[in-house]
């Protein structure tokens, strides 16, 4: 069987538009988030806590609010599949209810997933983070901000006084190392 020089033609550049087209997308796509950072509404739960102001609802589902970063988030529960659902909060990990260090995780960077800490880099000592747990409120304030090793698991142990502790990967793009942060209660729950 022949293949005529014009169907050859026709296929190599079809080929070509495809390789393009997927080294578009794997260049362009980690730049998505912050696109869609600069695009997207200020979440109701943050424009509250930007005001100093009580939200008009508490949400009926675990909420995690990092207003330094423009981020309203529902919390996971689950096994590690809930990760790519947005923020996992981790089994075994304590609660603002029970006290321990509340475990929280989520992607940075995933061709696939929620990048729902994307701009995780922003938050700076002294940021405010609220938890809605069970319809209560509860803040803490970052005390540390850390960049370790995926093996450096110690983060996740538990404490006996009340600790939240977020990380994701980083830098960018990448399993490298893990970028916590740790915030610790700042009063009374709500």
């Keep these: 069987m022949k293949v005529s020089h014009v169907k050859l033609r026709r296929f190599n550049n079809a080929l070509s538009l495809v390789v393009i087209g997927l080294c578009l997308y794997v260049i362009l796509a980690p730049l998505w988030p912050k696109v869609a950072y600069q695009l997207q509404d200020v979440p109701d739960l ?3 806590a930007e005001k100093g102001e009580e939200p008009e609802k508490i949400p009926t589902e675990n909420t995690l609010v990092i207003p330094g970063m423009n981020l309203q988030q529902v919390l996971h529960e689950g096994g590690e599949e809930a990760l790519n659902k947005g923020i996992w909060h981790m089994p075994g990990s304590g609660s603002p209810k029970t006290g ?3 475990v929280l995780s989520g992607h ?3 061709y696939g997933g929620p990048a729902v800490l994307y701009h995780m880099d922003r938050v700076k000592k002294g940021d405010k983070i609220i938890v809605y747990w069970e319809q209560k409120k509860y803040e803490y304030e970052v ?3 850390l960049v370790v090793p995926p ?4 983060i996740q142990d538990q ?6 502790t977020i990380y994701t990967c980083t830098p960018l793009v990448t399993a490298a190392n893990r970028l ?3 915030a610790e209660p700042m ?3 709500q």
Excluded: W
Excluded at 151 to 154: D, S
Excluded at 159 to 164: A, H, I, Q, R
């Design 100 to 102: 321990g260090n509340m």
């Design 159 to 164: 404490t006996k006084d009340p600790l939240l």
């Design 143 to 145: 005390k540390n901000i």
């Design 46 to 48: 943050v424009a509250s």
């Design 151 to 154: 093996t450096q698991v110690e």
């Design 180 to 182: 916590v942060i740790q």
């Design 108 to 110: 940075r960077f995933t």
């Design 187 to 189: 009063g009374e729950s």
